[in-house]
């Protein structure tokens, strides 16, 4: 969480900086600020999102052509003014912004508490700021010199820009944890958390890696590690377009990654499933394919939206290759001391490729010697690079904080993996793998004839803004959708929801049903079917509303529920890929109704890069 961006080169860092700070705004937006150079170093910052900065900066002196700026999602100390990034050190020699979290700031701000340093903020940050300046001071140490001695004493995780009034030409970066990307241009650097405020000044881009420095000059980048072994910086070609990252006339980009579902899809499964051919391929494990078909088991970590992803992966990889799955939230698994084999295959899933959890997950699968794979949408995030092999989800960025598209590639890249390797096992026959495959082609256009419905989806919706709980039920592979609709709801409209499977209902929760209650349910033809119908007669029959999302042509379910969406027919494996798509759109046109900030709900950042 949290957002940072700098610059150096020949051009007013203002704009640049105010710019990347709204594209990386989806990372936290608790407060914001800027610092630039000059003859000295100004700040500005305030509580708040980059736009309360704008007003907050507006009449000041915004010159400088180096700059650094941060947006926040608060960890250490609440959102305010004075926590707000940039901090700089008592003395003000330097000036830095943080994008991580340093656990041992309150031992290291005693120590300096000690040596006479008062702090302004409540901030791990500041307690940086003020060791590195202490370590400058004490001994006869360059800038550099000081941020990499102050990174040795450090545990946690940084993403960090420093300035130092004493190198007013320099900008030194260093990563641990947290993502840093440097743009390369003509005789100017940018600096980001991702790409996506680099990408239209430049192509050229740096990942920098954990225990990198970088000490940057308009015309010269010098990488090394913080124990000073020097690297030859890795320049790589972005894969990434400006229309991407836009609302392309969309009133959020949570709507217009909903809508975008049509393609990402494609995105996702092109090149990768052949019609004609009637094979799948993914290049990306292709070489780690016969260990995954002789694993004992199969082991997924990941987190929110990703997990519930997990979940539908549990169903296809056990129906479709025979293989037991354990769906795990990293974060309970990284502390649980689990049992990992080194036959176990340990599968991490995560649009951002930077959940904090899923990577320490990561790492502890791999010291106990299990091959470890990943689904990642983000191209070079860390989770890919921590991976032994894996597979990019391709669905462009997601920048709505509530994830859509993300989970249907994810779900999407989950289908192909369990479909090669049953057919490789021999458990998935020929006739249903050759059907899947056809399946998934005309799956776009089944999801648009669902999005068309978009203008009746708006109208049920609007019964519901006024609800204060609701519940989501599905069976089967539709459980999993289930809890990703009420998660959608919840996060976005600030509406009590929850999950279950349909079958559990009568063992507790169906007490909370009365006339008040919407029961939103995924009831498309499958083998639960029956048993589905009997669960929407037992809330009907409590008096509760239902929403039902079904098959085309549904007469039975017509009848009882308040309110159908039909969507058109697929076979159950892939079903979760089309009844999530009403839930979205529902949870959407609910927050909107009640006048949420979707695409930023409070509280929330959409790359959790803290524990
Ligand atoms: C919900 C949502 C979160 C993420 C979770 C994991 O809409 O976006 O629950 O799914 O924080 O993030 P990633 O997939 O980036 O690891």
Same mark, same amino acid.
Request: charged share 25%.
């Given at each position: 969480?949290?957002?940072?961006?700098?610059?150096?080169?020949?051009?007013?860092?203002?704009?640049?900086?105010?710019?990347?700070?709204?594209?990386?705004?989806?990372?936290?937006?608790?407060?914001?600020?800027?610092?630039?150079?000059?003859?000295?170093?100004?700040?500005?910052?305030?509580?708040?999102?980059?736009?309360?900065?704008?007003?907050?900066?507006?009449?000041?002196?915004?010159?400088?052509?180096?700059? /650094?700026?941060?947006?926040?999602?608060?960890?250490?100390?609440?959102?305010?003014?004075?926590?707000?990034?940039?901090?700089?050190?008592?003395?003000?020699?330097?000036?830095?912004?943080?994008?991580?979290?340093?656990?041992?700031?309150?031992?290291?701000?005693?120590?300096?508490?000690?040596?006479?340093?008062?702090?302004?903020?409540?901030?791990?940050?500041?307690?940086? &700021?003020?060791?590195?300046?202490?370590?400058?001071?004490?001994?006869?140490?360059?800038?550099? *010199?000081?941020?990499?001695?102050?990174?040795?004493?450090?545990?946690?995780?940084?993403?960090?820009?420093?300035?130092?009034?004493?190198?007013?030409?320099?900008?030194?970066? &260093?990563?641990?944890?947290?993502?840093?990307?440097?743009?390369?241009?003509?005789?100017?650097?940018?600096?980001?958390?991702? &790409?996506?405020?680099?990408?239209?000044?430049?192509?050229?881009?740096?990942?920098?890696?954990?225990?990198?420095?970088?000490?940057?000059?308009?015309?010269?980048?010098?990488?090394?590690?913080?124990?000073?072994?020097?690297?030859?910086?890795?320049?790589?070609?972005?894969?990434?377009?400006?229309?991407?990252?836009?609302?392309?006339?969309?009133?959020?980009?949570? *709507?217009?990654?909903?809508?975008?579902?049509?393609?990402? /899809?494609?995105?996702?499964?092109?090149?990768?499933?052949?019609?004609?051919?009637?094979?799948?391929?993914?290049?990306?494990?292709?070489?780690?394919?016969?260990?995954?078909?002789?694993?004992?088991r199969?082991i997924i970590i990941a987190c929110g939206t990703s997990w519930h992803a997990g979940l539908v992966g549990e169903y296809l990889f056990e129906d479709?290759?025979?293989?037991p799955v354990e769906v795990e939230y990293a974060s309970e698994f990284?502390?649980r001391?689990p049992?990992?084999?080194?036959?176990?295959?340990? *599968?991490?899933?995560?649009?951002?490729?930077?959940?904090?959890?899923?990577?320490?997950?990561?790492? #502890?699968?791999?010291?106990?010697?299990?091959?470890?794979?990943?689904?990642?949408?983000?191209?070079?995030?860390?989770?890919?690079?921590?991976?032994?092999?894996?597979?990019?989800?391709?669905?462009?960025?997601? /920048?709505?904080?509530?994830?859509? %598209?993300?989970f249907?590639?994810?779900v999407?890249? #989950?289908?192909?993996?369990?479909?090669?390797?049953?057919?490789? %096992?021999?458990?998935?026959?020929?006739?249903?793998?050759?059907?899947?495959?056809?399946?998934?082609? %005309?799956?776009?256009?089944?999801?648009?004839?669902?999005?068309?419905?978009?203008?009746?989806? %708006?109208?049920?919706?609007?019964?519901y803004?006024?609800s204060p709980n609701a519940m989501y039920l599905g069976r089967g592979y539709l459980f999993p959708v289930a809890l990703e609709g009420a998660l959608k709801l919840k996060e976005?409209s600030y509406i009590h929801a929850e999950g279950y499977p349909a079958a559990e209902m009568k063992h507790g929760p169906i007490a909370l049903i009365d006339e008040h209650m919407p029961v939103f349910i995924a009831a498309t033809k499958d083998k639960s079917y029956e048993k589905i119908v009997s669960n929407i007669q037992e809330v009907k029959a409590r008096k509760g509303n239902v929403i039902a999302i079904v098959t085309?042509?549904d007469?039975v379910i017509k009848e009882m529920a308040d309110y159908v969406v039909?969507?058109?027919?697929?076979?159950e494996e892939?079903a979760p890929?089309?009844t999530v798509?009403p839930f979205q759109?529902i949870s959407?046109?609910i927050?909107?109704?009640?006048?949420?900030?979707?695409?930023?709900?409070?509280?929330?950042?959409?790359?959790?890069?803290?524990?």
């Open positions: 969480m949290c957002g940072i961006v700098g610059y150096i080169g020949n051009r007013d860092a203002y704009p640049i900086l105010v710019k990347g700070l709204k594209r990386l705004e989806y990372r936290g937006y608790d407060s914001a600020g800027i610092a630039l150079r000059n003859d000295s170093t100004q700040v500005y910052k305030c509580k708040g999102k980059v736009a309360d900065l704008e007003s907050h900066a507006s009449g000041s002196d915004i010159t400088g052509k180096i700059g /650094i700026g941060h947006t926040r999602w608060a960890t250490h100390g609440e959102p305010n003014n004075e926590n707000a990034h940039p901090h700089k050190s008592m003395n003000g020699k330097f000036t830095i912004i943080h994008n991580g979290i340093i656990e041992n700031y309150s031992l290291l701000k005693k120590k300096l508490g000690k040596r006479g340093y008062k702090f302004e903020s409540d901030t791990d940050t500041e307690v940086l &700021a003020n060791l590195i300046e202490y370590i400058y001071r004490k001994g006869d140490v360059t800038a550099e *010199l000081a941020v990499r001695l102050a990174l040795t004493k450090v545990v946690g995780a940084y993403g960090l820009v420093v300035i130092c009034e004493d190198t007013p030409h320099q900008i030194i970066a &260093a990563r641990k944890g947290s993502p840093l990307v440097i743009g390369v241009g003509n005789g100017e650097y940018f600096l980001a958390s991702d &790409a996506t405020p680099i990408v239209e000044y430049t192509q050229s881009v740096i990942y920098l890696n954990d225990n990198d420095v970088a000490i940057i000059s308009e015309d010269e980048l010098v990488l090394k590690t913080i124990y000073n072994d020097k690297l030859t910086p890795h320049i790589q070609n972005l894969e990434l377009d400006i229309d991407q990252i836009e609302k392309g006339g969309y009133e959020h980009f949570m *709507l217009k990654e909903i809508f975008e579902q049509t393609t990402s /899809i494609h995105d996702t499964i092109r090149g990768r499933i052949s019609v004609q051919k009637g094979e799948v391929f993914l290049g990306g494990i292709q070489d780690i394919i016969p260990n995954v078909v002789d694993a004992r199969i479709l290759a025979r293989i990284r502390y001391n049992i990992i084999y080194k036959d176990d295959i340990v *599968l991490a899933i995560s649009q951002s490729g930077e959940t904090a959890d899923t990577l320490a997950a990561i790492k #502890l699968a791999k010291k106990s010697g299990a091959t470890v794979l990943g689904i990642c949408n983000v191209v070079g995030a860390s989770i890919p690079r921590e991976t032994h092999a894996g597979v990019y989800t391709h669905a462009g960025p997601e /920048i709505g904080v509530a994830s859509t %598209k993300a249907t590639a994810q999407s890249v #989950l289908a192909m993996m369990a479909m090669l390797v049953g057919r490789k %096992k021999d458990c998935l026959s020929e006739e249903k793998y050759i059907n899947l495959i056809n399946e998934f082609y %005309k799956l776009p256009e089944k999801i648009k004839s669902i999005l068309e419905q978009d203008n009746y989806i %708006k109208e049920l919706s609007a019964k803004v006024e976005i085309e042509g007469t039909e969507i058109p027919e697929t076979c892939l890929l089309l798509i759109l959407y046109y927050a909107v109704l009640r006048g949420c900030n979707v695409d930023q709900p409070r509280n929330l950042a959409k790359s959790v890069t803290v524990e």
